[in-house]
């Protein structure tokens, strides 16, 4: 059974850091692309930031300079450290994995940015 389970999140304040977390189960994601999407309160899902499996990464421009994304194939794990948070990136933030044949979802982990 695949399972991608999220941590990290929680409560910040603005300027604040936090580390999200997804560990992988019964993938590999050596061969996978890797991606934290994230989706407010009646807003769409959207990409934050996506490395594939050759290690190439791209960010929505609303997080460049303030969010890296990594991955620890060893660990089967993916990162996403965020810095200089603010009430806008509050949300739930979602991992996903993609290859040509798979699609999977984890739970989300819920960040929330205020004062």
């Known amino acids: 059974q695949v399972q991608l389970v999220e941590s990290g999140g929680g409560l910040v304040q603005p300027g604040g850091s936090l580390r999200l977390s997804c560990e992988a189960s019964?993938?590999?994601?050596?061969?996978?692309?890797m991606a934290w999407y994230r989706q407010a309160p009646g807003e769409r899902r959207e990409v934050v930031a996506h490395?594939?499996?050759?290690?190439?990464?791209n960010y929505v421009n609303s997080v460049k300079g303030r969010f890296t994304i990594s991955r620890d194939n060893a660990k089967n794990t993916v990162y996403l450290q965020m810095n200089s948070l603010k009430p806008e990136d509050t949300a739930v933030y979602i991992c996903?994995?993609?290859?040509?044949?798979?699609?999977?979802w984890g739970q989300g982990t819920q960040v929330t940015v205020s004062s």
């Open positions: 996903n994995a993609v290859n040509i044949i798979n699609n999977y």
């Open positions: 019964g993938i590999a994601i050596s061969i996978y692309s």
């Open positions: 490395i594939n499996s050759g290690g190439s990464i």
